[in-house]
Structures are given as structure tokens and as C-alpha cells.
């Protein structure tokens, strides 16, 4: 934030504010991986742009909060509200960092951004032609989530960058949109939006094998604190220290991951005629890794048994992406089938990010644990399982509906 800015106390709902900081910080992640996916300084500049906002957002809050505090009940119900603004602040700030890596020419091995696609779904940059069906309508009306999985997280007209379009947003003729979802729906989109065929990045040749590693594991820390933060936010919403306790576990592996990859890298270094172009990797690493750390402090609250003030719960189900919890009936048509098999994410365009399942883990392989966290198409779904998903309000009905609830 430009420290000359004045920032003053408005009389605004915290739950309005952290709702927005929710989302923010969630659509920042998402462009700051897809500015250096595209090699793009204007989606970089963009999510500096949003970073300066979430400055001003979390000051706001704090100062809600000092102003609804009176007593020492009200300190131990806030304080975890306070953790959620400050943790949401770090991912702004990782977020940035990432952008900076783009827009101060740190440099990146092509591997990464070859890598980078499958790590955020698939995410293509399209051209709306003249004569594109998607054209002259409302993302509403299209309804391209629910019924394909494919999400616009951003659109360029005429050089402004319109972030979060809603289901008011209509799209125009030469509009520039950043489409992100399961490939081949997003090769679908593509064809419709430029008439043209998607032809997904080509995968590098020659690559080093530490070098190879580093990339792969800088995947999955993405992966896995992305998985964090909603599961963090899940665990909130659910004031389940089960689930928190997941989150905890992902944080652990991110850190384990990052000590790897830090042996990688300087293998690596040895091995490169330009040991320079690595800096990039490093930035994105340590930056992942703060994302996940800010997604363990989200469920801290949650974790040392405080209770979830209700304003935290309301600004959850309040942001644009919101999380549903549903159970498997008996006669569902989820019960006996894979996620895969139903198509849960094209037929409700929601994305299931854990189950509970008494008895195994399918990550973990412990006994006595009973979630089963980011599961693939390959998953099982039984009677009685209780899924938590996250997606559009209209898709979160659908998916209860398909449950049998």
C-alpha cells in the first residue's frame, strides 16, 4: 500500500470486509500463478494492484475489530477473526511476490511454466471472435461453471482488467478472458470463445533431472496450499478441528517438500550454464510456502478449541466461492460410483476437496484417520460419506440434490 495513502475508520461490516479479504486473497493466488503461467506483466501489475487493496482491507478490519472489542470475552471470541485478517494479509503479500517474480524479469526454466498448467487446472488466455456464441451474453446466462467446470477468473477489455466477474458480467466481442478448469472443458470454452483449437503448452526437452524435481515439487507445494487454504477456511466454517488438523498436516508436508526442493535447486545450479535463471524458482517456492502457512494460521483458533465467532461463518458463506458440507445417502446416485464416473464437477460445477471416511485415508494410509483429502476422479464415493466442496451457490445445490439430502 502507498504509505501516503490515508487510510480512515468507517463504520463497516467486519463480516462484509472479511468476506471481500476472503475472496481477494483467493483470486490473487490464482492470478499471481497465472501472470507467470502467461508471462503476463499486466496480470502481474494486476495483482499488485489487488495487494494494495488488501492493505486497505485488513486495516479496515483491524479497526472494526479494536472498535468492537469492550471486554476480555470479546478479546478471545476476536482474536481468531484477527489471525484470519493477518493470515489473509500474508497471502496478499506471497501473491505479490509471486507477480514481482514476472514483472522484475527474475527469470524462470521453461519447465515451469510447462508445469504450471496442469497445477492450476488447465488456464487459457482467449480472444473473444466477433462471432463467438459466448459473445453479447452474461457468465450467468452461459452458466459455463456449473455446466462445464470452467471458471473466468479475469477479463481484459479495452486495457482494464475486470477481476471477479460476476453473473451480471457480459461478455463482449474482444474481450480478453482467462479461463481456468478441467482441460477438456477448457479446450471446449476455447473453441467457442476464438473459434479456434486449444493447443496446450508443449512439455520442455532436455530438462536436468534436480531441475525436473524442483519444478514438480514447487507443483505440489502450489497444489497442497491452495488445498490448505480452503480446507483452513472449511475448518472455520465447520469449527471442525478435524479438519484443521488436516491443514496442519498439508502445512507440514509443504515445509518438508520446500527443504527438498532446497537441495534440488542447488544440485541443480551445478549442472546449468545460467545457475541465475533459478532465482525465479526460489521466489515462487518460498512464497507457496508462506500461502500454506497462512492457511494453518486461518484454523489456529480452531485448532486451541476457540470457538468460530459467527461474523467469521456469515463471511465465509458470503464470499463468492462458497464451501458446502453434504452427506452420501443410501440412494443416491453418488453411492457406489467415483467421482470421475459422476462427473460431480461438470454436472454441479463444484469441486469436492476432502471426504470423511471412517477408518482410511487414501493420502495418509493411517488407520486411524478418517479424511480423505483432495480426491481425484478416481475416488471412490460410498453411502454415508460426507463431502465438503467448494464452488458456486447454484452448484452447491446441486451437488446436495445429487447427494440425495
Not at 184 to 190: E, G, L, Q, T
Request: proline share 4%.
Amino acid at each position: 500500500m502507498d504509505p501516503t495513502v490515508s487510510v480512515e475508520y468507517e463504520p463497516v461490516s467486519v463480516k462484509t470486509v472479511l468476506a471481500e479479504m476472503k475472496d481477494t486473497a483467493e483470486l490473487l493466488i490464482d492470478l499471481s500463478y497465472s501472470a507467470v503461467l502467461l508471462g503476463s506483466d499486466d496480470v502481474a501489475a494486476e495483482v499488485l494492484e489487488l495487494e494494495s487493496k488488501m492493505d486497505v482491507l485488513q486495516m479496515r478490519a483491524r479497526m472494526s475489530l479494536l472498535m468492537a472489542c469492550r471486554s476480555t470475552d470479546d478479546a478471545e471470541a476476536l482474536a481468531p477473526v484477527l489471525g484470519m485478517v493477518g493470515a489473509a494479509e500474508k497471502i496478499s503479500d506471497a501473491a505479490g511476490d509471486i507477480a514481482k517474480v514476472v514483472l522484475e524479469d527474475i527469470g524462470l526454466p521453461e519447465s515451469m511454466r510447462a508445469a504450471l498448467p496442469e497445477a492450476v487446472e488447465t488456464l487459457v488466455r482467449a480472444t473473444l471472435a466477433a462471432d463467438s456464441p459466448l459473445a453479447g451474453q452474461t457468465l450467468g446466462a452461459l452458466n459455463l461453471e456449473t455446466d462445464t467446470g470452467v471458471r473466468s477468473i479475469a477479463i481484459r477489455r479495452q486495457g482494464t482488467w475486470l477481476l471477479s466477474p460476476d453473473r451480471e458480467t457480459t461478455l463482449e466481442a474482444d474481450d480478453v478472458v482467462l479461463f481456468r478448469g478441467p482441460e477438456a472443458a477448457v479446450a471446449d470454452v476455447y473453441r467457442d470463445a476464438t473459434g479456434a483449437a486449444y493447443e496446450p503448452p508443449a512439455p520442455p526437452t532436455g530438462s536436468l533431472r534436480d531441475l525436473e524435481r524442483a519444478v514438480d515439487s514447487i507443483v505440489v507445494m502450489k497444489d497442497m496450499g491452495e488445498l490448505a487454504v480452503d480446507l483452513a477456511y472449511g475448518a472455520v466454517l465447520f469449527d471442525s478441528q478435524e479438519v484443521a488438523a488436516e491443514v496442519m498436516e498439508l502445512e507440514a508436508e509443504v515445509d518438508a517438500l520446500q527443504s527438498r526442493f532446497e537441495v534440488w535447486v542447488l544440485r541443480a545450479a551445478a549442472d546449468i550454464e545460467d545457475p541465475v535463471s533459478l532465482r525465479g524458482l526460489v521466489h515462487l517456492a518460498r512464497s507457496t510456502e508462506v500461502i500454506s502457512d497462512a492457511a494453518q494460521e486461518i484454523s489456529e483458533g480452531v485448532m486451541r478449541g476457540l470457538s468460530t465467532h459467527p461474523v467469521v461463518a456469515e463471511a465465509v458463506q458470503e464470499s463468492d466461492e462458497i464451501i458446502v458440507r453434504t452427506t452420501v445417502t443410501a440412494d443416491s446416485d453418488l453411492a457406489g460410483t467415483t467421482i470421475g464416473d459422476a462427473a460431480v464437477n461438470t454436472a454441479t460445477g463444484m469441486r469436492i476437496i476432502a471426504i470423511r471416511r471412517a477408518g482410511e485415508s487414501a493420502r495418509t494410509g493411517r488407520e486411524d484417520a478418517d479424511w480423505v483429502v483432495s480426491p481425484g476422479p478416481e475416488t471412490s464415493l460410498r453411502a454415508g460419506d460426507v463431502l465438503i466442496a467448494k464452488g458456486t451457490r447454484s452448484g452447491s445445490e446441486r451437488l446436495t440434490d445429487l447427494a440425495g439430502q
